[in-house]
């Protein structure tokens, strides 16, 4: 198994471009997320979705759309990138705590590192 | 709305001994998960050890154990016999039970010096 990858590792965008930085996980989870790492401030929530179709915003949802067409698949689109966009991002994914059992811990891909001039 | 804290952003430690990383959580719920990772240099985020908070039992993984003291909302974490390979970035993180968000401190910088 390959786990959580994320496409592409590394990323240079000029303000008001656009991109969309891919998760893919082959453990058959149900939750995917994504999350922002800067220095001092830890991990923090963009979006996650439950499955397959729906997504819902987390902590600092602004300026980020995501979409989950597939199950293995999250995709995080960045319309128009500002320099306060630059940071590393990491996708998670996970069981469903509603499993009657299980282990319900983050799966992590290796993080994109996205600098926005 | 859940909160993570770790009060200790540096921490050093000599080669063979023992440390302690501190992590304080604010909840109202009764039934939950914690988690410990290591983010090393290497940025991959690397599950330590978790522990469900219905067990009174601590949570350990060959050097690393925790204490997790509900009642004061404290959930450390113990790395017996430091290794050079320990130093990384340390972040705890909590889950409700039904939930489906982790709540991430902002981590705890460990260094091993030889």
């Known amino acids: 198994n390959a786990g959580v990858t994320q496409t592409p590792k590394f990323r240079v965008l000029k303000t008001g471009q656009s991109m969309t930085l891919l998760c893919a996980q082959d453990?058959?989870?149900?939750?995917m997320y994504w999350y922002r790492q800067d220095p001092g401030m830890g991990l923090r929530l963009i979006h996650y979705s439950v499955g397959e179709g729906t997504t819902a915003k987390g902590e600092v949802p602004d300026g980020y759309n995501v979409s989950r067409l597939k199950k293995q698949n999250f995709l995080l689109g960045l319309e128009s990138a500002a320099p306060s966009q630059t940071s590393v991002y990491f996708c998670a994914s996970s069981y469903s705590t509603f499993r009657t059992s299980g282990i319900y811990e983050q799966y992590f891909g290796p993080g994109t590192r996205l600098t926005v001039t | 709305a859940q909160t993570v804290t770790q009060s200790q952003p540096e921490m050093s430690v000599q080669e063979a001994e023992t440390v302690t990383l501190s992590c304080t959580y604010d909840t109202s719920e009764n039934n939950y998960y914690l988690f410990w990772y290591k983010q090393p240099p290497s940025r991959q985020m690397i599950l330590v050890i978790r522990q469900e908070a219905y067990k009174q039992q601590n949570a350990t993984e060959n050097r690393f154990s925790v204490n997790f003291q509900k009642a004061a909302k404290s959930f450390s974490l113990k790395i017996s016999d430091s290794q050079l390979g320990d130093t990384a970035m340390y972040f705890c993180a909590f889950m409700k039970q039904t939930g489906n968000q982790f709540y991430f401190g902002t981590g705890t910088s460990l260094t091993v010096i030889p």
């Open positions: 453990m058959n989870h149900e939750y």
